[in-house]
């Protein structure tokens, strides 16, 4: 069974412009998560999909957004990039309904902001 | 709002030693997941404690859960060079599994 899939690996943004990046989740799980890792804030929750519909935002500004499809796959956007945004941002998922709700994690992909 | 402390932060062990690693957390949680991360790879999981006192191994890797307390452990028995990795747990509740928060890791490095 094919694990969860994050596109691009690696991307080079400069300060200002935005950035659109992707997640397939497993076969069959409906919900999907985006965390961005940084060395000073560590693992932070962005937001989370479910069905199309975000169900829960992390405290972050109105820059970051992002939606589901229909057949689950997620995208984030990033616009008006700051150096802080430098970071590995990870996307996770899950099947719903499950007692234990694992969460399964993409590779990430990490983006550097110039 | 939800809290979680791991310590320690770093932990360098020699090979063949115990250690315990401390995950306690500020509100109440049902359930907590611990993951592993290697340098510039994802999260992988590790263990998933559903209940107070659950109790899971995987090899040389133990943890425990007391809700309670709202302290989960992760013990290491003789260590090996392999489980050099960084540690994150995450408590959670039913329903809100899809929005963790982590504690900033343990970062383990074991030595020969």
């Known amino acids: 069974k094919a694990g969860v899939t994050q596109t691009p690996r690696y991307l080079i943004k400069t300060r200002g412009q935005q950035v659109t990046l992707s997640c397939s989740p497993i076969?069959?799980?409906?919900?999907v998560s985006w965390y961005q890792q940084t060395p000073g804030q560590g693992l932070q929750f962005l937001f989370e999909y479910f069905s199309e519909t975000q169900r829960n935002k992390g405290n972050f500004p109105g820059r970051f957004s992002g939606r589901q499809f229909s057949n689950s796959r997620s995208e984030m956007n990033v616009s008006t990039l700051e150096l802080g945004d430098s970071a590995l941002y990870l996307c996770a998922s899950s099947l719903v309904g499950l007692l234990d709700n694992e969460q399964f994690f993409g590779p990430g992909t990490r983006l550097t902001v110039l | 709002e939800l809290k979680v402390e791991q310590n320690p932060l770093f932990l360098s062990m020699q090979e063949g030693k115990n250690y315990t690693i401390y995950c306690n957390y500020s509100t109440t949680s049902d359930r907590l997941y611990w993951y592993r991360q290697d340098p510039g790879k994802s999260l992988e999981s590790l263990f998933v404690l559903l209940s107070n006192g659950a109790v899971k191994q995987e090899g040389r890797l133990m943890a425990s859960l007391d809700t309670k307390a709202r302290l989960s452990t992760l013990h290491i028995t003789a260590a090996v060079h392999d489980l050099s990795a960084t540690y994150f747990c995450a408590p959670s509740r039913w329903g809100s599994q899809g929005n963790l928060i982590f504690g900033k890791g343990t970062k383990l490095s074991v030595k020969p």
């Open positions: 076969s069959g799980h409906r919900s």
